[in-house]
């Protein structure tokens, strides 16, 4: 029996799907400073002046906010980034990343 070449090409299915996102939750401290806190939002988070005081003191009186909603990689990354500031700065300052 002779084989015969076939035309035909299989196609694979392939799934893709978003990335799962990841929270950066800033949580507040009794030594960390105001000014500190709403620079980390505009230097590290990219916020405006205004939005950064506003969120800083939205972490001041409820203890805690989401700063942001990223990748994994990026979520990790702007939380080490920031929690190493504040150590370089002296400051307490924990910030934690949770799945969405």
């Known amino acids: 029996m002779a084989q015969t070449k076939s035309n035909i090409k299989e196609r694979q299915r392939i ?3 978003e990335p799962s996102m990841y ?3 800033i949580h ?3 030594v960390t400073t105001m000014d500190f806190v709403v620079m980390i939002l505009m230097d590290i988070f990219f ?4 939005d950064a005081t506003e969120l800083m003191l939205q972490v001041h009186n409820s203890g ?5 909603t990223y990748t994994y990689d990026i979520a ?3 939380a080490s980034m920031a929690t190493g ?3 370089k700065n002296n400051f307490p300052l924990r910030l934690t990343v949770e799945a969405e």
């Open 15 to 17: 799934d893709i799907k």
């Open 23 to 25: 929270n950066v939750i």
């Open 28 to 30: 507040n401290d009794d």
């Open 47 to 50: 916020y405006s002046e205004v």
């Open 64 to 68: 805690k906010a989401i700063v942001g």
């Open 76 to 78: 990790h990354s702007k």
């Open 85 to 87: 500031l504040a150590r």
